[in-house]
Nanobody, 120 residues
Framework: QVQLVESGGGAVQPGGSLRLSCTTSHYIGCMGWVRRAPGKEREGVAHISGDGSTVYADSVKGRFVLSRDHTKNTLYLQMHSLKTEDSALYYC?????????????????WGPGPQVPVSS
């Protein structure tokens, strides 16, 4: 079973930037981030497959960037131009598959999630 360690959450003002990290116990092909805002359903944010291909939710396209360091088994989510509506608990998620064949439905495991409150 994969072990996840997330970091990087914290309060940020609108327009600010933040980077989340997720380090896994071993290499995972399909990984990503989902988020849950208070009172809302869980929402897929972005995912990356083993071949490096990425998919972003429309709400974060052009503002968030997903990348990974294979040598550290770490996934990063760089968030720019943050909005109040980005406030949520962000979960690092993994899939047993190399590729995210089912998009955000590919995920089978989630981390505890760093909180990202965006407010002025």
């Amino acid at each position: 079973q994969v072990q996840l360690v997330e970091s990087g959450g914290g309060a940020v003002q609108p327009g600010g930037s933040l980077r989340l990290s997720c380090t896994t116990s071993h290499y995972i092909g399909c990984m990503g981030w989902v988020r849950r805002a208070p009172g809302k359903e869980r929402e897929g944010v972005a995912h990356i497959s083993g071949d490096g291909s990425t998919v972003y939710a429309d709400s974060v396209k052009g503002r968030f960037v997903l990348s990974r360091d294979h040598t550290k088994n770490t996934l990063y989510l760089q968030m720019h131009s943050l909005k109040t509506e980005d406030s949520a608990l962000y979960y690092c998620a993994t899939s047993p598959s190399i590729r995210c064949y089912s998009g955000f439905d590919s995920f089978a495991s989630w981390g505890p999630g760093p909180q990202v409150p965006v407010s002025s």
